[in-house]
Nanobody
Framework: QVQLVESGGGLVQAGGSLRLSCAAS????????MGWFRQAPGKGREFVAS????????AYADSVKGRFTISRDNPNNTVYLQMSSLKPEDTAVYYC????????????????WGQGTQVTVSS
C-alpha cells in the first residue's frame, strides 16, 4: 500500500501561483510514477501532469503546459506541482496518484490516491 497526502491548496487570485505537495509513505517512493489530477464540480477527474520514477520524464495536459511544473524529491518521498499564471478554470480539487508504471493519463490506471486538496482561483 502507498499512502498519499496532499497539501498546499488554497485561494489565490488569477495570475497568482501555488505549490502543491504530496507526501508518500508505505512503500519505496522511487518505485512509483506519480501523477496529478484535478476534478472541478460536475466534471470528471482530469489528468494534469505525471513524472517518471527518476524524474527524468514528465508529461502535461495541454491546458497547463508552460504554466505548471511537476517535480519529485525521492529522498523525501514527495512530489510537487508548481502552478503559475493560475486561471479561474484551474479551480478544482487536486489529487496526487501513484502507479508502478509511467505514461498513464487516465485516472483508472492509477493504483493509489490521496484525499485531494482544494485550489480556488478567483477572477
Amino acid at each position: 500500500q502507498v499512502q498519499l497526502v496532499e497539501s498546499g491548496g488554497g485561494l489565490v487570485q488569477a495570475g497568482g501561483s501555488l505549490r502543491l505537495s504530496c507526501a508518500a509513505s508505505g512503500r519505496t517512493f522511487s518505485d512509483y510514477a506519480m501523477g496529478w489530477f484535478r476534478q472541478a464540480p460536475g466534471k470528471g477527474r482530469e489528468f494534469v501532469a505525471s513524472i517518471k520514477w527518476d524524474g527524468d520524464n514528465t508529461a502535461y495536459a495541454d491546458s497547463v503546459k508552460g504554466r505548471f511544473t511537476i517535480s519529485r524529491d525521492n529522498p523525501n518521498n514527495t512530489v510537487y506541482l508548481q502552478m503559475s499564471s493560475l486561471k479561474p478554470e484551474d479551480t478544482a480539487v487536486y489529487y496526487c496518484a501513484a502507479d508502478p508504471y509511467y505514461g498513464f493519463t487516465h485516472s483508472e490506471d492509477y493504483d493509489y490516491w490521496g484525499q485531494g486538496t482544494q485550489v480556488t482561483v478567483s477572477s
